[in-house]
């Protein structure tokens, strides 16, 4: 062993993302699958182009629709993560995916202690169609996924605002959309948001960008 | 039987906005009944915490001075944090603000005997007599989270009593260095600084293991990172 970097750990230290999406049937109006799927694949593509010595963004992507919820890419570094295509299809089973969301982060051979606090974004434009209270209210107030920043955009008039207002770790982190532009507007908050914290001194401060212009998004 | 003791110590400030101190503290005390070596971190987010991690490295030194190793350690967790709050009280009514981290090696020269301290997540291991043990920090969830005194939750040290027979050598380092290493290298890593350092003209030993992890661990995280390592040298 000729130098202390032989006794380090080479990888920098995770910094979680994990996003929960919504799949139902009536993400199917007004173009709203389209515009997910394109700002999931902006938002992959955006923050791929990120780099830290410091922090390194692993992603997972779970979704909710059908009749059951799914993880459709497990946690693993950005780099390594290609882009979802989703259709909209069925109900909105969102307890089920509280459910996983929470086996991952209390899972610490997948989010080690070493990690920085994971951030969790959850999008939909419905109001659950399952048992939702008791798996949202362990991931929120229990154990270690308590801990992790909770982000939301609620799509339209039927999403469950009130549900959504007690998910998010603070009311400014409620997102509120009319259309399926302000789908992709919200991923661009979530990028800067987490290159925010990838780039800050104090990454597991979380803080609060603006959300981005209208004009400023490319179309 | 006598014995003497190497030790090096270094610590470098993390990359934090101007005006923000190093808040980690290493106090090392020694005379002809005890050897102490005290590291503290104080958390980046209470304003007075490197004052906070100077009065635990100093209360440290102070009860153990006055502990009886016939004594329940309880007794010992319970002087040092009762110390650390008065003096801190004396100062503010916001002991929040005072808030750190406390690891810490005391080696009974007459009675060989060691005692291990520790309270929230700086790195502790020795190797007595050879055989070596990785003491885990008090569990965390995730980065630069952990238990310290003025959490207001009454937190306790962990402590352990160790006896020895004719060598020791231990590590205490803070997270900013703790969490980067390979758990199962820890022992190498022992290996490694005594081959390293006892070759080193002593006082230039400090200023090389500083050149060490200003090389290699500081662009790994922004916190401030501390190292104390000791040995036993043959006689």
Request: net charge negative.
């Given at each position: 062993?000729?130098?202390?970097?032989?006794?380090?750990?080479?990888?920098?230290?995770?910094?979680?993302?994990?996003?929960?999406?919504?799949?139902?049937?009536?993400?199917?109006?007004?173009?709203?699958?389209?515009?997910?799927?394109?700002?999931?694949?902006?938002f992959?593509?955006?923050?791929?182009?990120?780099?830290?010595?410091?922090?390194?963004?692993?992603?997972?992507?779970?979704?909710?629709?059908?009749?059951s919820?799914?993880?459709?890419?497990?946690?693993?570094?950005?780099?390594?993560?290609?882009?979802?295509?989703?259709?909209?299809?069925?109900?909105?089973?969102?307890?089920?995916?509280?459910?996983?969301?929470?086996?991952?982060?209390?899972?610490?051979?997948?989010?080690?202690?070493?990690?920085?606090?994971?951030?969790?974004?959850?999008?939909?434009?419905?109001?659950?169609?399952?048992d939702f209270?008791?798996?949202m209210?362990?991931?929120?107030?229990?154990?270690?996924?308590?801990?992790?920043?909770?982000?939301?955009?609620?799509?339209?008039?039927?999403a469950?605002?009130?549900?959504?207002?007690?998910?998010?770790?603070?009311?400014?982190?409620?997102v509120?959309?009319?259309?399926?532009?302000?789908?992709?507007?919200?991923?661009?908050?979530?990028?800067?948001?987490?290159?925010?914290?990838?780039?800050?001194?104090?990454?597991?401060?979380?803080?609060?960008?603006?959300?981005?212009?209208?004009?400023?998004?490319?179309? | 039987?006598?014995?003497?003791?190497?030790?090096?110590?270094?610590?470098?400030?993390?990359d934090?906005?101007?005006?923000?101190?190093?808040?980690?503290?290493?106090?090392?005390?020694?005379?002809?009944?005890?050897?102490?070596?005290?590291?503290?971190?104080?958390?980046?987010?209470?304003?007075?915490?490197?004052?906070?991690a100077?009065?635990?490295?100093?209360?440290?030194?102070?009860?153990?001075?006055?502990?009886?190793?016939?004594?329940d350690?309880?007794?010992?967790?319970k002087?040092?944090?009762?110390?650390?709050?008065?003096?801190v009280?004396?100062?503010?009514?916001?002991?929040?603000?005072?808030?750190?981290?406390?690891?810490?090696?005391?080696?009974?020269?007459?009675?060989?005997?060691?005692?291990?301290?520790?309270?929230?997540?700086?790195?502790?291991?020795?190797?007595?007599?050879?055989?070596?043990?990785?003491?885990?920090?008090?569990?965390?969830?995730?980065?630069?989270?952990?238990?310290?005194?003025?959490?207001?939750?009454?937190?306790?040290?962990?402590?352990?009593?160790?006896?020895?027979?004719?060598?020791?050598?231990?590590?205490?380092?803070?997270?900013?260095?703790?969490?980067e290493?390979?758990?199962?290298?820890?022992?190498?890593?022992?290996?490694?600084?005594?081959?390293?350092?006892?070759?080193?003209?002593?006082?230039?030993?400090?200023?090389?293991?500083?050149?060490?992890?200003?090389?290699?661990?500081?662009?790994?995280?922004?916190?401030?990172?501390?190292?104390?390592?000791?040995?036993?040298?043959?006689?």
């Amino acid at each position: 062993m000729d130098s202390l970097n032989d006794f380090l750990i080479q990888k920098p230290r995770p910094l979680p993302v994990i996003i929960a999406v919504d799949r139902s049937g009536s993400m199917g109006t007004n173009g709203k699958i389209d515009a997910l799927n394109i700002a999931l694949k902006d938002f992959i593509n955006s923050i791929k182009d990120e780099d830290s010595n410091k922090a390194e963004i692993h992603i997972a992507l779970f979704s909710f629709g059908g009749e059951s919820a799914t993880c459709d890419i497990p946690l693993a570094p950005i780099s390594q993560i290609n882009t979802q295509t989703y259709q909209a299809q069925g109900r909105t089973p969102m307890g089920g995916v509280f459910n996983l969301l929470k086996g991952l982060i209390e899972d610490k051979s997948q989010i080690p202690s070493r990690s920085y606090k994971p951030t969790i974004v959850l999008l939909t434009d419905g109001i659950p169609t399952d048992d939702f209270l008791s798996p949202m209210n362990e991931l929120i107030n229990d154990g270690r996924s308590s801990k992790a920043f909770r982000i939301a955009m609620a799509i339209g008039d039927d999403a469950d605002k009130n549900m959504l207002l007690k998910f998010v770790s603070s009311p400014e982190y409620l997102v509120l959309g009319d259309s399926a532009r302000d789908i992709r507007k919200f991923f661009r908050f979530v990028t800067m948001s987490v290159t925010q914290r990838m780039k800050s001194q104090t990454p597991d401060i979380q803080q609060i960008p603006q959300m981005p212009d209208d004009d400023t998004l490319d179309f | 039987m006598e014995f003497k003791t190497t030790v090096i110590q270094a610590s470098i400030q993390g990359d934090k906005e101007e005006g923000i101190p190093n808040q980690d503290y290493i106090e090392i005390f020694e005379n002809d009944e005890c050897l102490i070596a005290a590291v503290s971190d104080g958390l980046g987010s209470s304003k007075n915490s490197l004052e906070g991690a100077i009065i635990a490295c100093k209360s440290v030194i102070d009860e153990i001075q006055k502990i009886k190793l016939s004594s329940d350690l309880f007794i010992l967790d319970k002087g040092i944090k009762e110390k650390w709050a008065k003096e801190v009280e004396s100062k503010s009514n916001i002991t929040s603000d005072f808030r750190t981290t406390n690891s810490f090696i005391v080696v009974f020269k007459r009675d060989k005997k060691i005692i291990v301290g520790q309270l929230g997540d700086v790195l502790v291991s020795l190797r007595i007599d050879g055989l070596f043990r990785y003491v885990e920090s008090t569990s965390k969830d995730f980065s630069n989270e952990t238990e310290c005194l003025g959490s207001n939750r009454d937190e306790k040290f962990k402590l352990t009593l160790f006896e020895f027979g004719h060598s020791f050598d231990f590590l205490i380092a803070t997270d900013g260095i703790g969490d980067e290493l390979l758990t199962e290298k820890i022992e190498a890593l022992h290996d490694y600084f005594k081959n390293k350092f006892q070759n080193i003209e002593a006082s230039k030993r400090n200023d090389a293991l500083k050149k060490d992890i200003e090389e290699f661990v500081n662009e790994k995280n922004n916190d401030d990172k501390s190292l104390v390592f000791i040995w036993t040298n043959k006689i």
